[in-house]
């Protein structure tokens, strides 16, 4: 099946620094991803919709500035966490939407772990 | 403005029981999805059900989807170790998903 990677799966930074995570669709074209975030024990965030060749589109309450997307390819979403802080710490998932032999459906990567110190 | 909640939030089993975890979702949708998740891992998908009366089943689970109630089941049959897991229902059109809090899955051999 198709497949989605993210990187790093696991990142540690100090406070005020940026962290971009990247997610990646292997084996298949991805023209629009979606970046979640998820606290400790609680359930996923839908943040933002990365959409190849154009901006971003947002959720209610999620700082287009804090939280950087590029879709430059149809294969790369990258999204950068800008002057991270300790509320940034989070588990952030990415997903793409792809073909399969039963149809269309969501694929979700592996996760990227941001501690923030 | 679409909700969606599951019940119950933490289940504890004996292996070998059955039980069904329940999705109430507030306007119509296009789709209903459940995964599961491990923890510190992503999210497996599970099951898609896209119509009324829709009925998915994968080994112990089956899903099914009732749109005139907005409700989704999960039943687990014969629950076993494995199944250990927090399940996650999402409701929503073109992946713009809204989320269920999950549902903590222990089963006690």
């Known amino acids: 099946g198709a497949v989605v990677s993210q990187h790093p799966s696991w990142v540690i930074c100090k406070s005020g620094t940026s962290v971009k995570i990247e997610c990646r669709s292997l084996?298949?074209?991805?023209?629009?991803m979606f970046w979640y975030r998820q606290f400790p024990k609680q359930s996923l965030m839908l943040m933002a919709t990365?959409?190849?060749?154009?901006?971003?589109?947002?959720e209610q309450g999620v700082e287009k500035d804090k939280f950087l997307i590029n879709h430059a390819s149809l294969t790369l979403s990258t999204l950068t966490v800008t002057s991270a802080h300790p509320e940034d710490s989070s588990f952030y998932i990415c997903s793409a939407e792809g073909g399969t032999t039963s149809g269309r459906e969501l694929f979700f990567g592996e996760g990227s772990r941001l501690t923030v110190l | 403005e679409l909700k969606v909640e599951q019940n119950p939030l933490f289940l504890s089993m004996q292996e070998g029981k059955n039980y069904t975890i329940y999705c109430n979702y507030s306007?119509?949708?296009?789709?209903l999805y459940w995964y599961r998740q491990d923890p510190g891992k992503s999210l497996e998908s599970l099951f898609v059900l896209l119509s009324n009366g829709a009925v998915k089943q994968e080994g112990r689970l089956m899903a099914s989807l009732d749109t005139k109630a907005r409700l989704s089941t999960l039943h687990i049959t014969a629950a076993v170790h494995d199944l250990s897991a927090t399940y996650f229902c999402?409701?929503?059109?073109?992946?713009?998903?809204?989320w269920g809090a999950g549902t903590k899955l222990i089963i006690k051999p």
């Open positions: 990365s959409n190849e060749g154009s901006k971003a589109t947002y």
């Open positions: 306007t119509t949708s296009d789709r």
């Open positions: 084996d298949f074209q991805a023209t629009t």
């Open positions: 999402a409701v929503g059109s073109n992946y713009q998903l809204i």
